[in-house]
């Protein structure tokens, strides 16, 4: 462990921070977190803590959902500049214009959205648990945003019902083309292929499996496969390599780092934790709205 590593975690204690770490974050900032997981893990473990302050190490989306779940709580994102560009593509003004389209729909938001958004939703959904909340709406239409592409992976799953679908997607996971999965096939021939949801469906047809990122972890953990090809940001690549005993994971595509989640240091967190920046201040109003819709995501679950 570094001497910054060490400084974390003395300060962690002192202040009695609790520190969260998204898969995708580097290897050295998931070491000094108290838990590392999906959205869905770290919203769930945000909302039980019954510590103070929570270090969100991650993009602000994260933060933003920490904060609504804990509102007395300070709330830190380490790199302020870290957003999510999916989360960037869809305003309240894009939702309004769809629920005035369809106006029977329940609107489903993938957690991936900024708080504002999802003010004008119906429940937030994460990867892992949005084909569950979806066959738990009781209305047999679903507005689904901001993610085209996991909206239609759920549609799949779930055919009893109609959907409508924002233009939104992940920029780093939709650029995975399927010749892509080929080469890699021919590279390491019997790997099973793995991808996120986020993936599009010309990827998402070829794989093996199609999970959440802890699903993915949990798949690799599980198998009787040495080796698998991994189709998820390369921070996923990284921990099954670290955690996982006797298997090796290979990334998919150059193109699976989010430049985003790799804007948080191990430096951003020691100032997070030193300095108590950037602490996440959020309207009240957006936040009581905000908060309806994590709420009922984690009910489901
Ligand atoms: S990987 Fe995609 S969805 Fe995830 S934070 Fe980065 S841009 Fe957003």
């Known amino acids: 462990m570094t001497d910054i590593q060490k400084e974390i975690i003395r300060l962690k204690e002192e202040k009695n921070a609790l520190v969260l770490a998204h898969f995708y974050q580097t290897i050295d900032i998931q070491e000094v977190a108290d838990f590392v997981g999906d959205s869905f893990e770290l919203a769930k473990i945000a909302q039980r803590t019954e510590k103070?302050?929570?270090?969100l190490c991650g993009v602000r989306f994260m933060a933003e959902s920490a904060k609504i779940l804990n509102p007395d709580k300070i709330v830190l994102l380490p790199a302020s500049d870290a957003g999510c560009l999916m989360a960037?593509?869809?305003?309240p003004e894009d939702v309004i214009k769809m629920k005035e389209e369809?106006?029977?729909?329940?609107?489903?938001?993938?957690?991936?959205?900024?708080?504002?958004t999802k003010t004008y939703c119906d429940i937030c959904c994460t990867s892992s648990s949005a084909v569950k909340i979806a066959k738990s709406l009781e209305e047999d239409?679903?507005?689904?945003?901001?993610d085209r592409n996991l909206g239609a992976y759920v549609a799949e799953q779930v055919p009893e019902k109609k959907f409508y679908f924002y233009r939104g997607?992940?920029?780093?996971?939709?650029?995975?083309?399927?010749?892509?999965?080929?080469?890699?096939?021919?590279?390491?021939p019997g790997a099973p292929v793995i991808v996120h949801p986020e993936c599009n469906k010309e990827v998402r047809d070829t794989a093996d499996f199609i999970g959440s990122t802890s699903a993915i972890i949990k798949y690799v953990e599980e198998s009787v496969k040495k080796e698998f090809i991994i189709g998820t940001e390369i921070g996923v690549v990284e921990r099954i390599n670290k955690i996982v005993e006797g298997k090796t994971a290979y990334l998919l595509s150059h193109h699976l780092s989010c430049v985003n989640m790799k804007k948080t240091k191990i430096t951003d967190v020691l100032n997070a934790l030193q300095n108590m920046e950037e602490v996440i201040e959020l309207d009240e109003d957006v936040m009581n709205k905000a908060r309806v819709t994590l709420e009922r995501m984690v009910s489901v679950n």
């Open 102 to 116: 369809h106006p029977k729909a329940a609107v489903m938001c993938y957690v991936n959205s900024t708080a504002e």
């Open 88 to 91: 960037d593509m869809i305003t």
């Open 52 to 55: 103070p302050i929570i270090v």
């Open 141 to 146: 239409e679903i507005i689904f945003v901001p």
């Open 169 to 188: 997607f992940c920029p780093i996971h939709n650029v995975v083309r399927a010749e892509e999965v080929e080469k890699a096939r021919k590279l390491h």
